[in-house]
Antibody, heavy 122, light 113 residues
């Protein structure tokens, strides 16, 4: 069955970097697109960007343009999100999500990872 | 960027009654190439990731109860729960996937009156 398994919780100090992984199984990673969405405590969902499992092309939201890097390893079916220069307001649950196959260049997310809590605190 | 708004922020409904959540996009998300509206609805329960309920504004995902329905076109959309059940208590988000960034609405919390 389709699964997205994310790495464990992280605690980081302000200014540090964090890398979250998302390992896919049960589907062909190289034909999929993985999106990253975060959710601050008690808040809504914030779209961060997407990466193609086919060629590694990525696009991030303008808000994160200079601090985020999304990469993928098709040999292991894993997507990675790196966020640099962490601030306290980066404290959030970070989700990866798979775009479904809806016959369009962009599709809604039919499977989600369990989420990774990143806490930024001095 | 397309801004998504939702109303109301919170909604209290009696069991068995109808719940209606509204979503508005700052520009049309209707694509004339396929006559589709690029709107999805998600349900999120505490401690869980969101769950896709509806895509293309009105297409219910497999396994989603038929008491959930979506409607609307252009910039105005609605999620309706025809007869609220206890397990429907959750936060509901709309999202557009028309063009990046694929922004979400702020969410509507549905609870039992």
């Amino acid at each position: 069955q389709v699964q997205l398994m994310q790495s464990g919780a992280e605690v980081k100090k302000p200014g540090a970097s964090v890398r979250v992984s998302c390992r896919a199984s049960g589907f062909t990673f190289s034909t999929s697109t993985i999106n990253w969405v975060r959710q601050a405590p008690g808040q809504g969902l914030e779209w961060m960007g997407w990466i193609s499992g086919y060629n590694g092309f990525a696009k991030s939201a303008q808000t994160f343009l200079d601090r985020v890097t999304m990469t993928s390893d098709s040999s292991t079916g894993t997507a990675y999100l790196e966020l640099r220069s962490l601030r306290s307001d980066d404290t959030a649950i970070y989700f990866c999500a798979r775009e479904g196959d809806c016959g369009s260049p962009s599709c809604p997310y039919d499977y989600w990872g369990q989420g990774t809590l990143v806490t930024v605190s001095s | 960027d397309i801004v998504m708004t939702q109303s109301p922020p919170s909604l209290a409904v009696s069991l068995g009654d109808r719940a209606t959540v509204n979503c508005k996009s700052s520009q049309s998300v209707f694509h004339s190439s396929n006559n589709k509206n690029y709107i999805a609805w998600y349900q999120q329960k505490p401690g869980q990731p969101p769950k896709l309920l509806i895509s293309w504004a009105s297409a219910r995902e497999s396994g989603v109860p038929d008491r959930f329905s979506g409607s609307g076109s252009g910039t105005d959309f609605t999620l309706t729960i025809s007869s609220l059940q206890a397990e429907d208590v959750a936060v509901y988000y709309c999202q557009h996937y028309y063009i990046a960034p694929f922004t979400f609405g702020p969410g509507t919390t549905v609870h039992i009156k």
